[in-house]
């Protein structure tokens, strides 16, 4: 175990001897770049993450020296592949970097895979607002390079974590963009209900019966077969439901759709929500009588 720290030390050293001896200046960064990739191997061998990751960094300050933007990026995600096994937020700033120098090399679609890591990390830390803006970005650079159902997916977590954090309306609209995607696209098309659900349950927790029962008309223009479907039929008894403030009505069509089709855990938060919006309306109206 120490022998591979020892050697990592040692590789360290000479890589830094490197750089402040003589010596042309291209070939003595290249050198030295050599040197930090094996003391970052060392420190690898003895799972030293810290150490490991601190050696990639310097790595990539030399590639950038030597004016290899690409190489320094691969030298950055190599270090926060290490730091995610300790520090997910230097893992994070990591990444960051990377991405900065692949958008600067017009590398769009890993600079995309990378804000998606990124994303991915916030999501855990469950940090969900910059979460967000890092789908949204990955999103984005997906769809510059037409790499569209990566696109697809990235704006599906921005709309699940907006839903989440009670932005139901900017949920609603992805999710309805993403259903006309889907239904454009014969191996997609199948997937439509799932989403037009989803934009349906955020428009269910704006607690608006027009705007719910005009969404409804609207899906079933946008996908002909919409009325015809499970989804679309608990969406109705929900509406109505919402509409007659009957939280018992409501809990008997979330619970017959969930005997057939198991609603997943982001579902029956923001049923819950709904549900709570309806026994408060009750509430509200037994203070009246």
Known sequence: ??????????????????????????SKYDDAADLYQKAANSFKLTKSWDRAATAYIKLAGCNLKSDSKHEAASA??????????????????????AVNLLLEINRFNMAAKYCKEIGELYEQERNMD???????RAADLYQTEEVNTSSSQC????????????????????????????????????????????????????????????ALEKYQDLDPTF??????KLLAALAVAFD???????SVAVKEFDSITKLDA??????????????AKELEEDDLT
């Open 244 to 250: 007659e403030e009957d939280a018992a009505k409501f």
């Open 155 to 214: 704006r599906q977590k921005v709309a699940e974590f907006s839903a989440q954090l009670g932005k139901y309306q900017t949920a609603a609209e992805i999710y309805e963009e993403v259903a006309g995607y889907a239904l454009n696209n014969n191996l997609l098309k199948y997937g439509a209900r799932g989403h037009l659900l989803n934009a349906g349950i955020c428009q269910l927790c704006k607690g608006d019966v027009v705007a719910i029962n005009n």
């Open 1 to 26: 175990m120490g022998l591979d720290v020892a050697k990592g030390e040692e590789f360290e050293r000479k890589a830094e001897k490197k750089i402040k001896g003589w010596g042309l200046f291209g």
């Open 130 to 136: 910059q979460a967000i803006t890092y789908f949204e």
């Open 76 to 97: 950055y995600v190599d270090s926060a592949s290490c730091y995610k096994k300790i520090s997910p937020k230097q893992a994070i700033s990591s990444l960051d970097q």
């Open 227 to 232: 009325s015809r479907t499970r989804e679309c």
């Open 266 to 279: 982001w579902k029956t938060t923001l049923l819950l929500r709904v549900k709570e919006n309806i026994k």
